[in-house]
Every structure is written in C-alpha cells, then in structure tokens.
C-alpha cells in the first residue's frame, strides 16, 4: 500500500480551498495518522491528466523509448494513464498482441491503456481482429501514423466496433493529395524551402469522409490531431449535426507555426505538419469553444539517427508529454482563455470518457481514486532536452522559456513524480 499524505490547503479546478487526504489509493475525508504533509498553499490540484494518444515504442524500438522511460516522462508531466498507440512493432493488432503489451506495461509509472490498430500491421489491406480485441477490453482503435486508406475499410471497421460501442481514431492525412516525399505544410515555407507539402485539405477531406461514415452508421469516430482550420470547419458541421465525434488537439499545433521549419531543424517534422499562426488561432479557438474536445500529446520519441537526416527523409514527430500542460497553460490559460475546471476537462475528465476509462478523469472527491497532480501557475523554467525523463531528445521546445507547472503527480496515491 502506498504512504498516506494530505495535502494542505491545495486549491481545486474550481477555485475553492480543501485539504486533501491520500490513504490506500483513495481520497479519504480526514488525515490519515503518519501521513507525509505538503504544503499546497498557491498550487492548484488537478485530477490525473488522462492522454489518448502516446507512442511508447515498446514493443520493438526500445532505442527510442520504453515503457518505463515513456511513462516516467508522462507522470512528470502530469499524466496518470496514456494510451499507447498501436504502431509498435510488432504492431498491436490481435488480443494476444494487446495481453503481450498489458503484461510488458506492469510496473510502469501510469496506467497503459491498450490501442489496437484498425488494419493489421498498419498496412491498410485487411482489418486487425477488431472484434476479437473488443472482447479483450481494448476500447480504441488506431492506425495512427497514417489514414485509412479507404472509405470503404473504415465502414466495415466501423461496423465491428458498434457492438461494442468502441471508437475508430483517426490520422487524417490523404495520402492521395501529397507526394510521396511530402514532409511539411504546403504553402509559403514549403515553396521558399523547395520542400513538398501536404495541403490543408488532405486533412479535412479525410474528417469529412468519416464523419459521414459514422453518422450513417451511428458510430464513434475520434479525430486525431486536429492542425487546420479547414478540419475545425467540418468538425463544427458534424457536431451540429449530432455526428458521434469528437477530437483532440495537440500541443505542439496550440503553440508552434510552420516558420520554425526557416531553422532547418528536423525536431520540427511531425505528422500533421505545423501549420500557419491563422490554423494555430483556429485549432485554440475549438478547443475553447468545444469544437475539439480535448488536448492529447501524440508524444513520438525518435532516435537521434532517424533525425539527423535531410528533412524530407528524417521521422516525423517530437517529444510533448512533459510540456503538455506547459504549453497549454502559456497558449491558453495565461491568456484566460481556460480556466483550471476547463483544463481538467479537457486533459483529464473528457479523454478518459472519450477512452472509456471509468476510474481515471474522476472529480477529486471522497473515495475516488487518489489520481491527480499538483500545479504551481507561476512556476517557469527553461526548456532543456538534455533533462527529460524520455529516451527521445526531439523535443521542440529546447532552450525556451516556458510554464513549468507540474510540482508532483500521484497514481494510486503513489507519488510518481516530485519536482
Ligand atoms: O509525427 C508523427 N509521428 N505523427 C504520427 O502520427 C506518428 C508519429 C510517430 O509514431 O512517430
């Protein structure tokens, strides 16, 4: 059993003041005798942030992260489960597949929530044994890393996830619309830098494409990584229309643009690509407005040899899960744009509905799990690659002066991070 603590005077998400008592991985009304004190006076107490969308890279590419390496770097930055997506390798395509991960994740510093993946091996050709991972508890499905290919593999997907009511979570980049060596936005910066790009619309059309999917077959379908204003339009159409959909938006698209791209440093490669300042003010007014529900980290450490290569050959994608709050307290909370009750939504209480996680994203009440974590608004620091808990060093935010909020986070009324 973990060690009781109480936690003095920590503010709530909704501005009132309470101690709070942690005794055997619950939330319990008084002090528990020879608990640890800390004084909260000033932070502010969250429930455990819930991310849908983490690479682990374990199974196969153990170069690049852990699990135990993965998950100390998302406890650090506040998170008390992740998703972990399904391009592993092997790629988490069947139940055994999905037991082979739960069993690698035991002893890890968050939960791990299973994703298993829609086609098997990613490969776009034939279904995983969608079913067969429903019955293993497996809720959310994802080829991430590239779209479905066809309208016609996403219905037939779709149709195997209703029994169960799980949810179809899609990378939305048609593949159809870019070139092959497409490694940015398209536009200004990809002419200036004679790069090729994935125009706005190969976003959107996919969105479009699958919110019809869903809504003629009653089903779920998640948005990943919304980037583009062209994908917020659409989004907002189908939410009018009670489409089952909802999205999330990452870090990374709330506070860079594509003109970091001018530097020439492949940290910024990512799938969707940054995007222009006028899709990074579109995505922030979603998430304010609801049209995209929540902040997921779509953290993807890569070896530094994948990066050190011309940028239309290195991987895409950067590290995010440390400063995920970080960059959403400096994009939208620091601007009073979201309030705590507001973040706690969006990063904790909507993805764990969204994943079907019924004991995480719980109200920080008597006898709910003790998961949360303390945040300090005032506390900044510079950003130094060299220090995160993950293997990845793609970290795009090296050497800037951000929100350092985190102070210390508890799973299970362990403590699995302290500043
Ligand atoms: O940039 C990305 N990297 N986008 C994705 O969707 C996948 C991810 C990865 O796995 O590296």
């Known amino acids: 059993m973990p060690n009781p603590w109480t936690l003095v005077g920590a503010t709530l998400p909704d501005g009132t003041r309470a101690d709070l008592h942690l005794a055997d991985g619950l939330l319990v009304d008084s002090a528990p005798a020879g608990a640890t004190r800390v004084d909260a006076d000033g932070l502010v107490a969250l429930p455990g942030l819930v991310d849908l969308h983490t690479h682990l890279r374990e199974p196969g590419q153990e170069a690049a992260e852990t699990i135990a390496t993965g998950t100390a770097a998302a406890a650090r930055g506040g998170f008390t489960a992740v998703y972990a997506m399904a391009n592993t390798t092997p790629t988490t395509d069947s139940a055994e597949r999905v037991q082979q991960m739960r069993a690698l994740a035991e002893g890890a ?51 195997q996830m209703l029994p169960f009511d799980g949810v179809l979570a899609e ?103 940054l995007r222009p300042a006028e899709d990074v003010e579109a995505v922030r007014a979603a998430l304010v407005d609801g049209t995209i529900d929540i902040v997921a980290t779509d953290h993807a450490p890569h070896r530094a040899e994948d990066k050190a290569k011309p940028f239309p050959q290195a991987k895409p994608g950067m590290i995010a899960i440390e400063q995920a709050l970080s960059t959403v307290v400096e994009t939208l909370v620091k601007p009073g744009r979201l309030g705590w009750a507001e973040v ?27 998961n949360l974590v303390l945040v300090d608004p005032s506390r900044r620091s510079v950003v130094d690659r060299e220090a995160s808990l993950s293997k990845g060093r793609n970290n795009p935010y090296h050497g800037r002066d951000l929100p350092d909020p985190v102070v210390a986070t508890w799973w299970r009324g362990r403590q699995t991070w302290r500043a």
């Open 344 to 370: 706690a939504q969006k990063m904790s209480h909507a993805p764990a509905r969204i994943g079907g996680l019924a004991h995480q994203g719980r109200p920080l009440a008597v006898g709910e799990p003790a």
């Open 109 to 159: 510093s968050t939960e791990v929530v299973v994703i298993g993946s829609v086609t098997r091996g990613l490969a776009g050709q034939e279904l995983s044994s969608i079913a067969e991972m429903g019955a293993a508890g497996v809720t959310v499905f994802s080829d991430d890393g590239f779209s479905v290919p066809s309208a016609g593999l996403v219905r037939a997907a779709m149709e």
């Open 171 to 273: 990378h939305c980049q048609d593949q159809t619309l870019a070139g092959p060596s497409a490694c940015c936005h398209e536009g200004t910066v990809s002419s200036d830098l004679a790069l090729d790009g994935w125009p706005s619309i190969a976003e959107s059309v996919v969105i479009a494409r699958d919110v019809q999917i869903a809504a003629y077959l009653g089903a779920r379908l998640h948005v990943c990584h919304v980037s583009t204003a062209e994908g917020v339009d659409v989004l907002r159409w189908a939410k009018a229309r009670g489409v089952r959909v909802t999205a999330e938006v990452m870090p990374h698209h709330l506070l860079l643009t594509v003109d970091e791209l001018r530097s020439g440093d492949t940290t910024y490669k990512v799938n969707p690509p």
